[in-house]
């Protein structure tokens, strides 16, 4: 079964500073990776996507994330963090060669980023 | 309309009624999720649909909670007799390929359910 943590319920930051946002993920073959995000009142909004090919994948806003297959990992990063970065963000995995209810997004229990001015 | 749209936005509901929750997804895709968020935690995967037809609904956590799509495009979420564990945000998914691979999935709000 495919599973995903996100260590650290909350992360703050200071404005300007680079922010980083832990994700691991346990999957039987080469996983599908996301992020979203989640402001208050709003749904899931796509970040970016790990499939295949560079390790290190650039998405919305300024955010990327770095696969570490050896780490399992696949932690958010911004360079230079804003106030309005502030939001709940998850992570999650597929494992594209599962079929059935592995079809659908194993989603980690989310962590609240705030950004301080 | 240009992304998934979900109605209501919020329901309350008394203890044992039943409720209906529909979701619009974009037009032309083929997949479609529901999941449920409860409060603090991340979304769990309920149900899914390749056009008309359920593929799965393992995720569903009762006999209580039915899912259509009859005609391949809106799909409605109905939760009979609703008990308070039921409170959450329903959240649902639409992506356009068939494969059921959410790659790139689009969501909507969400509905708030809140059972009293």
């Known amino acids: 079964a495919q599973s995903v943590a996100q260590p650290e319920d909350q992360v703050n930051v200071a404005e300007g500073n680079p922010l980083t946002v832990k994700c691991t993920y346990s999957v039987s073959g080469n996983p599908y990776l996301f992020w979203y995000v989640q402001y208050p009142n709003r749904g899931l909004q796509f970040l970016l996507k790990?499939?295949?090919?560079?390790?290190l994948v650039k998405g919305s806003y300024g955010f990327e994330a770095e696969f570490n297959k050896s780490q399992t990992s696949f932690h958010l990063k911004k360079p230079s963090a804003l106030v309005s970065d502030s939001a709940l963000y998850f992570c999650a995995v597929r494992d594209p060669h599962s079929s059935g209810s592995a079809r659908q997004l194993t989603f980690g229990s989310g962590t609240q980023l705030t950004v301080l001015p | 309309g240009a992304g998934v749209s979900q109605s209501p936005r919020y329901k309350v509901a008394k203890r044992g009624q039943d409720v209906a929750l529909r979701c619009d997804p974009i037009s032309g895709h083929v997949s479609l999720f529901w999941y449920q968020q409860a409060l603090g935690q991340g979304p769990e995967f309920l149900t899914y649909?390749?056009?008309?037809?359920?593929?799965?609904k393992s995720g569903l956590p009762s006999d209580r909670f039915f899912a259509e799509r009859p005609e391949g495009s809106v799909s409605t979420l109905k939760i009979q007799r609703t008990q308070q564990e039921d409170s959450a945000v329903y959240l649902c998914?639409?992506?356009?390929?068939?494969?059921?691979?959410?790659?790139?999935?689009?969501f909507g709000q969400g509905t708030r359910l809140t059972v009293v």
């Open positions: 790990y499939i295949t090919g560079d390790n």
């Open positions: 998914a639409s992506s356009l390929g068939g494969s059921g691979g959410n790659l790139g999935a689009f």
């Open positions: 649909f390749q056009n008309e037809a359920q593929l799965d």
